[in-house]
C-alpha cells in the first residue's frame, strides 16, 4: 500500500509550482503549457494505473494538481481540516490532469 499525504497541517498539496511554469514560459507559453499538461497527466494517469493500492491522506488543502490527484487514487480520506479546489478555473484554464474525466465518475 502507498499513501500519500503533505508535510504538516497545512496542505496536502497547493497544486503546480507557479513560479517553476512562469519560468519555463521562456520557451514559449505554447511550449510551456504543453510540457505541464503531459507532466500532470502522466503523474495522475500512473498513479490511477499503479499496482499497488494508492491512498490519499488529506489534511488541508488539496488545490488544482492536488485535488487532482486525489481523483487519480483509488481512495482518497480527507480530515475535517480538507479543503478541495481547483483555482486554475479561476485563470480560464480548465482541470488538465484528467480531472474533467474522472470528477464526474466520482459523484
Do not use: W
Amino acid at each position: 500500500v502507498v499513501i500519500l499525504t503533505g508535510a504538516g497541517e497545512r496542505a496536502f498539496s497547493a497544486g503546480g509550482d507557479i513560479h517553476e511554469f512562469s519560468a519555463s514560459v521562456a520557451l514559449g507559453a505554447d511550449i510551456a503549457m504543453r510540457d505541464f499538461v503531459m507532466r500532470g497527466q502522466r503523474l495522475t494517469a500512473r498513479l490511477e494505473a499503479f499496482r499497488k493500492p494508492v491512498i490519499a491522506a488529506v489534511n488541508g488543502i488539496a488545490f488544482g494538481g492536488g485535488c487532482e490527484i486525489t481523483e487519480a487514487v483509488p481512495l482518497a480520506i480527507a480530515s475535517d481540516r480538507a479543503l478541495f479546489a481547483k483555482p486554475e478555473i479561476n485563470l480560464a484554464m480548465p482541470p488538465t490532469f484528467g480531472g474533467t474525466q474522472r470528477l464526474p465518475r466520482l459523484a
